[in-house]
């Protein structure tokens, strides 16, 4: 008899299914973390690509009076998650750079999904594309 009232007592059962489902609960909330971590890299990316696109657009180098070029400039306005990660910005002219074409601003940069597994991470990108006002003769297409 007590055998049967131990085989059908239900004291233990919570605990049990709470250990089987927390693993993918914590699973859930890291994800939602990273995924969030990942669009606000994204951003910060496409903000610094606009501001940099704007002045490439109208020939200004806010950096030239240190000697820096406009990548670089724009990578030391960069927060410490984008230097710590190998953030690259590239200037680049698709259709020339006569006065009307459009400048290409695009900042890429690395972000690691699971820090404790290596090769874990994916590149996202801002890309900006204003269109020139004076003709480029402060800064240089390229990447830095």
């Keep these: 008899m007590r055998a049967r009232v131990m085989a059908t007592a239900e004291q ?65 306005q960069a927060d410490q998650y984008a230097l710590q990660h190998g953030a690259t910005i590239c200037i680049s002219f698709p259709n020339g750079s006569e006065i009307g074409a459009p400048v290409r601003v695009e900042m890429r940069n690395a972000v690691k999904w699971l820090p404790i597994v290596p090769g874990a991470e994916m590149t996202v990108s801002g890309v900006a594309y204003m269109r020139i006002e004076g003709p480029p003769s402060r800064y240089s297409a390229g990447c830095a």
Excluded: C, M
Excluded at 17 to 31: K, N, Q, R, S
């Design 12 to 76: 233990g059962q919570a605990l049990v299914e709470f250990a089987l489902v927390l693993p993918l609960l914590l699973l859930v909330l890291f994800g939602i973390a990273q995924f969030g971590l990942a669009y606000n890299v994204t951003n910060d990316d496409t903000h610094l690509a606009n501001e940099i696109a704007r002045f490439a657009a109208v020939n200004e180098n806010p950096g030239e009076g240190s000697s820096q070029t406009l990548q670089s400039w724009g990578k030391a």
